[in-house]
């Protein structure tokens, strides 16, 4: 309820329409609109119901967009990713609400994709190890890496982009990003070609990627508390593997991602990884680790880091982006205080615990262990937007176990419907009435043509 406050209050206008703004003064309306905050905080306000007014702040994101098809934001022409989110943030949007905006944008979201392609053709003329690896062109980073770098942070978001938007298009049918596919194909082997030369060793024993490349001078200069971190910046690898699905579960990146992510671990929650590299933290960033561990299956990393980053809220339940560590002897803090990504990563995990869109498969339930079913509580969502269709969930208390019910309204198929086959540590499913399930690998695959139906833990 405090999350949703947060976001109303910075619900205003800019020019002609009203968007949802990221803070009240460092990230306000003269700095102008923040693409990637935007695309989680939208996604946000649609599973409150907001569609009318998330669909507003995607038209004036997209009024950003200048006549070589790129997309500007709050952070500058080299913040390169932004275009890639905007696309993705379009992409996402028609999906939740299950209408034909897509199609009456189709060449701002063409435009955009070819300007991509332009970019990484005008970095293998820069000179830089990222043009010599056939990526986007040296660009800025964020999140703790200033400057304009040799960098995957804009490339890995590009491919999140492409992803989503030549998936998009097939479905619907639109020939015309064929070529754009096509481009989506060679800076995907291209970047895993480069990521297999720049992964590095942990001194912790596992291999990781930096989003910082090798040829960076900051690795090496003298005083090592000025280099960068191993965490620096990983916020865009963290979106790139969920909700960007990019890879694999099992690729040696996410595996070094969450092998990275859990080393750095204070206060339950991921540090040093954004503008305070000494004895900071970055607060909703943990959101951001803690989805791709939901994704990943790890659902007490999930719980663990989900509770870490709600310890760190004010007492009005409001998040600032960055502040020390209990004890750091560096009284540090970035930006705004109340910081309203942080309040839409609440939101966002609340729904993915009961529903949660794993590309073409639906999971229910993946963040609900003994933590939230010691209260004997019922919790539900009503109407929740997914790409495949509303859903209406209600998981309440029953007998001696739990009882799910669930409906999902139109929309297409999802290929998996997956329930956990044990609920908590003791209730185990006892049968699901009203559609065809099966077992496999700890889990419950339930039919997924099937738009209602029972299931019962005991």
């Known amino acids: ?20 703004w990221v803070g009240p003064t460092t990230y306000n309306h003269v700095v102008g609109l923040a693409v990637v905050d935007s695309n989680f905080i939208l996604e946000a306000v649609r599973y409150l119901g907001y569609d009318a007014e998330a669909w507003e702040h995607v038209e004036a994101e997209w009024a950003g967009q200048i006549e070589s098809g790129q997309v500007v934001g709050a952070a500058g022409a080299t913040m390169w990713k932004d275009t890639a989110i905007a696309a993705f943030t379009l992409v996402r949007q028609s999906e939740l609400s299950q209408d034909e905006k897509l199609h009456g944008m189709r060449s ?30 040296r660009g800025y980073a964020d999140g703790g890496i200033e400057g304009i770098r040799s960098e995957f942070t804009n490339t890995v978001w590009a491919l999140a982009g ?11 049918g639109f020939q015309e990003f064929e070529p754009v596919r096509q481009f989506y194909g060679e800076l995907r082997q291209s970047f895993f070609a480069a990521a297999r030369e720049e992964m590095r060793r942990h001194p912790g024993g596992f291999d ?9 001078p900051q690795w090496t200069v003298p005083d090592e508390w000025d280099r960068p971190r ?7 690898l963290c979106h790139a593997i969920c909700p960007g699905l990019v890879f694999d579960k099992n690729d040696p990146i996410v595996k070094g991602h969450i092998a990275l992510m859990q080393a750095c671990t204070q206060e339950d929650v991921p540090a040093e990884t954004g503008w305070i590299p000494h004895e900071g933290l970055w607060a909703y960033n943990a959101m951001h680790v803690a989805q791709v561990y939901l994704w990943a299956g790890l659902r007490d990393w999930a719980d663990t880091t989900f509770h870490g980053y709600l310890n760190h809220a004010s007492p009005l339940y409001a998040w600032r982006e960055e502040q020390p560590l209990r004890g750091s002897a560096i009284s540090r803090y970035v930006g705004d205080m109340p910081h309203n990504w942080a309040s839409a990563e609440c939101i966002r995990y609340l729904r993915h615990m009961l529903a949660f869109e794993d590309g073409k498969d639906l999971r229910l339930l993946a963040g609900i262990g003994a933590g939230q079913l010691a209260a004997a509580e019922p919790c539900a969502v009503t109407g929740t937007p997914t790409r495949f269709g509303r859903l209406n969930l209600e998981l309440e208390p029953h007998g001696a176990g739990w009882r799910l019910k669930f409906e999902r309204l139109a929309g297409r198929d999802p290929d998996a419907v997956q329930i956990p086959a044990m609920l908590g540590d003791r209730a185990r499913l006892s049968g699901v009435s009203g559609a065809k399930f099966r077992q496999e690998d700890g889990l419950i695959m339930v039919e997924p043509s099937a738009h209602s139906w029972t299931a019962e833990w005991i």
Do not use: I
């Open 108 to 137: 701002n979201l063409l435009g955009s994709l070819r300007c991509l392609k332009v970019l990484r053709d005008k970095a293998r003329n820069e000179g830089s190890a990222n043009g010599r690896y056939g990526l986007l062109p």
């Open 208 to 216: 990781y990627l930096p989003m910082l490349m090798k040829e960076d």
């Open 162 to 172: 492409l992803r989503a938007a030549t998936e998009a298009a097939a479905r619907l």
């Open 230 to 236: 191993p965490q620096s910046a990983q916020w865009a």
């Open 1 to 20: 309820m405090a999350c949703a406050r947060n976001l109303r209050q910075l619900h205003y206008p800019v020019k002609s329409r009203n968007v949802f």
